[in-house]
C-alpha cells in the first residue's frame, strides 16, 4: 500500500496496523526530506531525538510541538516555490502561527479534504448554507484561518447561502427561500461550532423548520459551548429535537496541519483519515500512552511538504478509546478531545502578573 | 481600616530600639507557631521559613548586629518600611519584614488580595503572632491589601523612610515611578539569574555516596520552586578538559534525573509544554550541540557560552557549558547573575573569582545545597544595614586647638 492508495481507498476502511506500516514509511520518507531542506527541522531532529532517523514506530518519529510555529517560520522550501503562508486566527494579543505552502501542499490538502467530505457527503456537490456572513471572506486581506476554513469548504457545495448579515443576525425569510427550493432533498451545512449554536441553533429553537435533510458539519472547538455549559451530546441532541438534524459531524484540525481533518462518526467520535493518525503522550514525559488514558495529542499527517508539519504535538488534551472497533463502521483509532491543557501558573522571584498589568 | 486612615496610624507608632525584647519573641514565636501548626505542615518553604526564624538563628543575628555598632557609628532604624513583595513568591516578604522589625523599624507590607494558600496560611500566623506580642512588636506592623491602585501606594510611599520592593524588573520600574521622600532609600530586587560551577576533577574524585548527595541538594536548590526562584542555578558550568567534563556531567545529570524521579516531582502539564517549546526554541536561537532528556529534566549542553541569553522557562531545564578555567567565567557574567553555587573550588580560587569580578557580576558564592537559604547578605546588601541609618558619634572632646590653622 502506498500513500496514493491510503488517499484513493475508502477512508476509515484501512486497519489500523496496516495504517501504521504505510504512515512509517511515508512520514520517515517526509522526514528525510524535510531534514534535507530544512536547515530549523534537521537541527532539531538531530538534537532533540537523536536516533530517531531510524524509527521503528509512528511514535518514535521526532515531533514539533504547534507553539514553535509562533516563533519560528519554518520552511522546507525556497521563496520562490511559496504559494502562500497561512495564519491562524489567535485570539488578540497570541502571536499567530505561520505555515508556509507551496502550490503541491495546498493541491494535497484540497485533495485530502475533499476525500474526507465525500465519505460523508457522497460524491456529489450539495446545496449549502454557510452559517457564516459572506463579509468574512469578502476582504481577502482579513484572509484568518477561519475564513480558510470557509473557502476549503465552499467547494463541497453549491447554490451557496450565507445565512448570517454582516451583524450575525439570521437571514430568516431568504433561509425560508432556502429551505423551500432545496429542503426536501440532501443539502450540506457548515459553520463553526459557536456560530451554529448561538447564531442558528437558538433563534430557531422555535421556528418548526424542517432541516432533516441537512448534513452539518461543524467545527471550531467547544471551549465556548463549555463555558455555557453544553456538551457534545448536548449539542447534537438539540439540533435533533429542535431542526430535525440527524447528521451532525464535528471536526478537529488545525491550520498547521490542513486538510487532514478528523472528523466525527455516528457514534460521537473523532477517526483519522487513512493518511493521518494521532497518539497520545504523556503530559509531562511525552512518551506515548496506553488508549484509554487521556494526554497531550499528537497528529500526523502525510500532506506537509513544504513546510516540517507532518508530526506536531498539539496543545489539546485527548483520549483514544477504541481502535479498528466496528462500533460506527470505521476503522483506525476512536479518540475525543478532552480540550486545551489547562493554564498554569509556577510560583518564582519575578512577579509575572503584575508586570503584565501594570 | 480605611485608606485615609492610614497615615494617622502609621505616624502613630514609633520605632523600636533594635533587637527589642518584643520584637525578638515575636519573631522566635512566629518560628514556633508555623512549626506546630498542622496546616503549614504541608508547606515546605513554610517550614524552611520557620527554620530561618528559629531562636538560634535569631540569637546569631543579634549577635552579629551587636558586632556591627561601634564606638562612634550607631546603627538606629530608619522609621517605616514599606514593603512590597511578589505576588507569586509567597513567603519572601517575611524576610524582609523580619530583618526591618529586628532593627526596629516599624513595616507595612502589601499584600494582593490574590494569595496562595500557604501565603494566607503565614498570614494567620503573623497576624496570631502579632496579636500576642508585647509592644512595641505588636502595633509596629501593619498588613495592607490592594490590587494595582497607584493611590494606596502613592500615600504609603510618601510616608516610609525605606521602601523594599521585590517582584523583576517591570515591577521594580513601576513602583518606581512612584516618588519617595526624599530622604528614603530604597532595595530592590529585580530579576536575577543563578548558576553553579563544578569542578569536574574534584567531582571525579567523589565516592558514589557524596556523588549522590550533591544531586540531591542540587536538586532541592533547583526544583524546590519549579527552578523560578532567583537564586536556582539554571546554568551549570563544568571546569577542566573536555573529556573530564563530559563525563562528570554524564554522572552527575544522571543522578539528578534521579532524584526527580525518587521525590516524584510533576511539572504541571502545561509548564511541561512550556518547556519542551523553550528547548525547541533555544536549540534554533543558540549554540545547542546536545540535549539530553530524563523524566522532568532537559538539558542543554551549550557550545560556547558568549551571547548567552538568560531567558528561561523554569521547571527542570538546564544549560550547561564547558570551560577550561573558572577565571574564565567573568567574561560571560553580568550584573544580573545573582548566585553561583559550586562545587569542587578553593577558597583561593572562589576569591580569585569575585576579584577578578570586581563587583560586575555574582553577589552571592555558596555552596550547592544553599542557594535557596535566605541570609541577611542577599542580592549585595546587608540587609541587618540596610534598613538603619548609620550615625556617627565623635564623643573624644579635642581640647588643643588645631594647629598650623591660626597662623
Not at chain 2, 124 to 129: A, G, I, M, N, V
Request: proline share 6%.
Amino acid at each position: 500500500m502506498t500513500l496514493d492508495d491510503l488517499m484513493q481507498l475508502p477512508q476509515y476502511s484501512v486497519a489500523q496496523a496496516d495504517k501504521e506500516a504505510v504512515l512509517l514509511a511515508e512520514l520517515t520518507r517526509l522526514g528525510k526530506h524535510h531534514r534535507q531542506r530544512s536547515p530549523e527541522y534537521a537541527r532539531l531532529a538531530r538534537i532533540m531525538f537523536p536516533g530517531s532517523a531510524d524509527p521503528h514506530n509512528l511514535a518514535d518519529l521526532p515531533y514539533l510541538p504547534v507553539a514553535l510555529f509562533k516563533e519560528h517560520l519554518l520552511s522546507s522550501v525556497p521563496e520562490s516555490e511559496v504559494f502562500k503562508i497561512l495564519q491562524s486566527s489567535g485570539t488578540t494579543g497570541q502571536t499567530p502561527s505561520r505555515v508556509v505552502l507551496d502550490r503541491e501542499t495546498a493541491q494535497l490538502q484540497t485533495l485530502a479534504l475533499s476525500r474526507i467530505m465525500c465519505s460523508v457527503l457522497g460524491p456529489n456537490r450539495l446545496p449549502m448554507i454557510l452559517v457564516e456572513t459572506a463579509d468574512l471572506i469578502r476582504d481577502r486581506r482579513q484572509f484568518n484561518a477561519r475564513a480558510a476554513g470557509l473557502l476549503g469548504m465552499l467547494n463541497f457545495g453549491r447554490d451557496h447561502f450565507y445565512a448570517l448579515d454582516s451583524n450575525l443576525e439570521l437571514r430568516l425569510p431568504e433561509l425560508k427561500d432556502f429551505l423551500r427550493r432545496f429542503g426536501g432533498a440532501p443539502f450540506l451545512m457548515f459553520g463553526f461550532t459557536f456560530l451554529v449554536w448561538s447564531r442558528f441553533y437558538q433563534p430557531l429553537a422555535d421556528a418548526g423548520l424542517d432541516f432533516s435533510h441537512g448534513i452539518l458539519i461543524h467545527s471550531g472547538g467547544w471551549k465556548k459551548l463549555q463555558e455555557e455549559s453544553v456538551s457534545a451530546a448536548d449539542f447534537r441532541a438539540a439540533l435533533r429535537q429542535a431542526l430535525g438534524l440527524t447528521r451532525v459531524y464535528n471536526f478537529y484540525g488545525m491550520v498547521e496541519q490542513v486538510g487532514s481533518v478528523f472528523l466525527e462518526g455516528d457514534d460521537g467520535y473523532l477517526y483519522p483519515p487513512n493518511f493521518a493518525d494521532v497518539i497520545v503522550r504523556d503530559p509531562t514525559t511525552f512518551e506515548e500512552l496506553p488508549n484509554g488514558q487521556t494526554g497531550v495529542l499528537e497528529v500526523l499527517s502525510a500532506l506537509p511538504r513544504s513546510y516540517p508539519g507532518h508530526c506536531l504535538l498539539t496543545e489539546d488534551l485527548g483520549v483514544v478509546h477504541a481502535v479498528d472497533s466496528p462500533s460506527c463502521g470505521r476503522l483506525g483509532k476512536a479518540f475525543s478531545v478532552l480540550g486545551r491543557i489547562p493554564k498554569a501558573e509556577l510560583r518564582g522571584c519575578s512577579d509575572v502578573i503584575a508586570a503584565k498589568v501594570s | 481600616m480605611e485608606l485615609e486612615e492610614l497615615p494617622v496610624h502609621l505616624r502613630g507608632s514609633a520605632a523600636a530600639e533594635p533587637f527589642h525584647e518584643s520584637v525578638v519573641n515575636a519573631a522566635i514565636d512566629l518560628s514556633q507557631r508555623t512549626f506546630r501548626d498542622p496546616e503549614a505542615r504541608g508547606y515546605p518553604e513554610l517550614l524552611a521559613l520557620a527554620y530561618w526564624m528559629r531562636k538560634a538563628e535569631i540569637v546569631r543575628l543579634a549577635a552579629q548586629f551587636r558586632t556591627l555598632q561601634l564606638d562612634n557609628r550607631i546603627l538606629a532604624p530608619r522609621g517605616l518600611v514599606f514593603h512590597l513583595p511578589p505576588r507569586n513568591v509567597d513567603t519572601i516578604f517575611v524576610y524582609s519584614w523580619l530583618l526591618a522589625a529586628l532593627t526596629g523599624n516599624r513595616s507595612v507590607i502589601r499584600l494582593s488580595p490574590q494569595r496562595s494558600e500557604s501565603t494566607n496560611i503565614l498570614l494567620r500566623l503573623l497576624r496570631e503572632t502579632l496579636a500576642a506580642a508585647a509592644e512595641p512588636a505588636s502595633s509596629g506592623t501593619t498588613i495592607v491589601s490592594y490590587g494595582h491602585d497607584v493611590e494606596p501606594t502613592e500615600i504609603l510611599s510618601g510616608l516610609c523612610d525605606a521602601r523594599v520592593i521585590w517582584g523583576g524588573d517591570q515591577t521594580v520600574d513601576t513602583i518606581r515611578r512612584t516618588p519617595l521622600p526624599p530622604h528614603a532609600k530604597e532595595v530592590t530586587f529585580p530579576d536575577r539569574y543563578s548558576l553553579s560551577a563544578i569542578r569536574a576533577d574534584t567531582y571525579a574524585d567523589l565516592p558514589e555516596e557524596k556523588r549522590d548527595y550533591l544531586a540531591d541538594q542540587f536538586f532541592n536548590d533547583s526544583f524546590w520552586f519549579d527552578q523560578l526562584a532567583c537564586s536556582s542555578p539554571r546554568l551549570v558550568v563544568w571546569c577542566g578538559t573536555a573529556v573530564e567534563t563530559r563525563a562528570a556531567s554524564a554522572d552527575f545529570f544522571h543522578r539528578v534525573a534521579g532524584c526527580v524521579e525518587r521525590r516524584r516531582y510533576l511539572l504541571p502539564p502545561a509548564a511541561s509544554m512550556q518547556k519542551l517549546v523553550y528547548a525547541c526554541s533555544a536549540i534554533l536561537n543558540s549554540p545547542v550541540e546536545e540535549c539530553r532528556r530524563y523524566k522532568g529534566l532537559t538539558v542543554l549542553t551549550l557550545d560556547s557560552l558568549s551571547g548567552f541569553k538568560r531567558s528561561h522557562p523554569g521547571g527542570g531545564l538546564f544549560f550547561e557549558a564547558h570551560l577550561e578555567d573558572l577565571l574564565h567565567l567573568p567574561e560571560f557574567l553580568g550584573r544580573r547573575d545573582q548566585t553561583l553555587t559550586w562545587f569542587g573550588f578553593t577558597s583561593e580560587e572562589l576569591h580569585a573569582l569575585v576579584r577578578k569580578l570586581n563587583g560586575r557580576a555574582v553577589d552571592r558564592i555558596v555552596p550547592i545545597g544553599q542557594a535557596l537559604q535566605f541570609h541577611r547578605f542577599w542580592d549585595g546588601y546587608d540587609l541587618l544595614q540596610e534598613f538603619c541609618r548609620c550615625v556617627y558619634i565623635e564623643s573624644a572632646f579635642q581640647d588643643a586647638r588645631p594647629t598650623g590653622a591660626s597662623g
